[in-house]
């Protein structure tokens, strides 16, 4: 399994367009194949900044996630409301799960 974080800053004003964009597109995301789980967290201390929590099956779901046409026109919509460039970690447990 995978972990993949990625933080995204917006500016205050466009938080209500993202936050349309992620209920529009969550369920997809979700049904995508691999996704097991998705979650949408924020910052309790810096409400601008926002990072999806997801848990792919493998490296291989999440790019073929990552290369559908479905997440480039999620993520073109996405980033021009950005207040600067998103950053992403891909994890894997160490625990042996």
Not at 9 to 23: A, G
Not at 41 to 59: C, G, R
Not at 75 to 80: E, L
């Amino acid at each position: 399994m995978l972990t993949r974080i990625v933080q995204m800053t917006f500016e205050p004003e466009n938080i209500p367009s993202f936050e349309q964009i992620f209920r529009e597109s969550s369920e997809q995301i979700r049904a995508f194949p691999g996704c097991l789980r998705l979650e949408l967290l924020q910052d309790l201390s810096n409400p601008v900044v926002f990072f999806t929590y997801s848990i792919w099956e493998s490296e291989a779901h999440l790019e073929a996630y990552r290369n559908s046409e479905f997440f480039r026109q999620v993520w073109a919509k996405t980033r021009q409301l950005f207040a600067r460039k998103a950053r992403a970690w891909s994890l894997k447990s160490q625990n042996g799960s």
